[in-house]
């Protein structure tokens, strides 16, 4: 096991009781990481890395574009992502084969699918919101909170928008 870490020039492999990341990003970084068997040097790889993870960063440029062009007018939209594509700190993780970005980018979708599902009820999209909070939290252990965000947000939302009562909303979920 040491002599495979020092053949590698990283540590590329960690035990899994030491392991406590989420197993998406790993699972999805595996491929480039076996590159290093084929004999692809380390600089490569960590290209390859970063390519990677672009235009998952770019993903969350997509989706905040689309829930902006949802709550508000195509001008603002399009400002709204060039503000998060020109600030310091999406410059400077952009390239950074990271969970942040990419959990962002799936809580962002999520929100649109919510807000899509709200609008018109249907399994499908409730399945799909499922599934991306899923990835999200097997993405980054601090999205499971997710799910408790939408209850609270149905909620209000039956509480504000339909004018419900508390007891109504309790027997109805």
Same mark, same amino acid.
């Given at each position: 096991?040491? %002599?495979? /870490?020092? #053949?590698?020039?990283?540590?590329?492999?960690? @035990? $899994?009781?030491?392991?406590n *990341?989420?197993? !998406?990003? $790993? &699972? &999805? &970084? +595996? $491929? &480039?990481?076996? !590159?290093?068997?084929w004999g692809v040097a380390n600089k490569t790889i960590f290209t390859l890395q970063h390519l990677v993870a672009l235009p998952m960063s770019y993903a969350f440029i997509l989706a905040a574009y689309y829930? =902006?062009?949802? +709550? !508000?007018? @195509? @001008?603002?939209a399009s400002l709204g992502a060039l503000l998060i594509m020109i600030q310091p700190g =999406?410059? %400077?993780?952009?390239? @950074?084969?990271m969970v942040d970005l990419p959990s962002a980018a799936i809580l962002t979708f999520s929100i649109i699918i919510y807000l *899509?599902?709200?609008? %018109?009820?249907? #399994? *499908? /999209? !409730?399945f799909a919101l499922c599934l991306l909070i899923g990835a999200g939290i097997s993405l980054k252990n601090s999205l499971i909170v997710a799910p408790l965000i939408f209850a609270c947000a149905e909620i209000i939302s039956l509480r504000l928008h339909e004018g419900k009562s508390w007891q109504e909303i309790i027997k109805a979920r």
């Open positions: 096991m040491v %002599a495979a /870490k020092a #053949n590698a020039g990283f540590p590329y492999y960690v @035990e $899994p009781e030491n392991n *990341r989420p197993p !998406l990003l $790993p &699972l &999805l &970084l +595996t $491929p &480039l990481a076996l !590159l290093h068997h829930f =902006f062009r949802q +709550t !508000l007018r @195509e @001008e603002y =999406f410059l %400077a993780y952009a390239f @950074e084969p *899509r599902y709200r609008n %018109a009820p249907d #399994n *499908r /999209k !409730l």
